[in-house]
T-cell receptor, first 117, second 115 residues
Framework: GNSVTQMEGPVTLSEEAFLTINCTYTATGYPSLFWYVQYPGEGLQLLLK?????DKGSNKGFEATYRKETTSFHLEKGSVQVSDSAVYFCALSDPDAGGTSYGKLTFGQGTILTVHP | DTAVSQTPKYLVTQMGNDKSIKCEQN?????MYWYKQDSKKFLKIMFS???????INETVPNRFSPKSPDKAHLNLHINSLELGDSAVYFC??????????????FGSGTQLSVL
């Protein structure tokens, strides 16, 4: 079946530090890959996505590149801010999995990021 | 205007009670979902409805019963609540059920505490 594995958290950084959150996946077909972010007390919202190999998703200074050869979709940001403190979720949607993944995102376990001034 | 709204935001109740969580979306989407987030932030799908029809029913106890009176609403009723049901429940919606290039819109969650 499909699965997503994220690096263990929590991650604590100082403002302006470089951020990497690792994400690897297992899928039966050719999935689309997503990063969602959950700010305190809110629901998840889409941060960025990539739908095919070598695509790069980017938004708000965050980037992630779909690497089929390493089955990875690592999230990076060059200089984090206090306002980036949140929980980050990697997710996949695998529409080729014989219909069993129809209408379903598979999420990783979430990585808590705290940025200090 | 809130796109996906769910009520109540907090729900504290005793074991054995029956409770409902309501969800409404004003985006005109065809598909709605319930996700459960445990204390470790792990998020797992419970149900999905497309145009009022159930399309996903994960391995969820039958004490949990979703109801979709129309495609803008998906309510979650829980019978005989147990301690292990304590979690944050998120409602979500998407335009299509096929999520290859779709985005989910989430509500802000209902924190359920069973005492």
């Amino acid at each position: 079946g499909n699965s997503v594995t994220q690096m263990e958290g929590p991650v604590t950084l100082s403002e302006e530090a470089f951020l990497t959150i690792n994400c690897t996946y297992t899928a039966t077909g050719y999935p689309s890959l997503f990063w969602y972010v959950q700010y305190p007390g809110e629901g998840l919202q889409l941060l960025l996505k990539a739908t095919k190999a070598d695509d790069k998703g980017s938004n708000k200074g965050f980037e992630a590149t779909y690497r089929k050869e390493t089955t990875s979709f690592h999230l990076e940001k060059g200089s984090v801010q206090v306002s980036d403190s949140a929980v980050y979720f990697c997710a996949l949607s695998d529409p080729d999995a014989g219909g069993t993944s129809y209408g379903k995102l598979t999420f990783g376990q979430g990585t808590i990021l705290t940025v200090h001034p | 205007d809130t796109a996906v709204s769910q009520t109540p935001k907090y729900l504290v109740t005793q074991m054995g009670n029956d409770k409902s969580i309501k969800c409404e979306q004003n985006l005109g989407h065809d598909t709605m979902y319930w996700y459960k987030q445990d204390s470790k932030k792990f998020l797992k799908i419970m149900f999905s409805y497309n145009n009022k029809e159930l399309i996903i029913n994960e391995t969820v106890p039958n004490r949990f019963s979703p109801k979709s009176p129309d495609k803008a609403h998906l309510n979650l009723h829980i019978n005989s609540l147990e301690l292990g049901d304590s979690a944050v429940y998120f409602c979500a919606s998407s335009q299509l059920a096929w999520l290859g290039n779709e985005k989910l819109f989430f509500g802000s969650g209902t924190q359920l505490s069973v005492l």
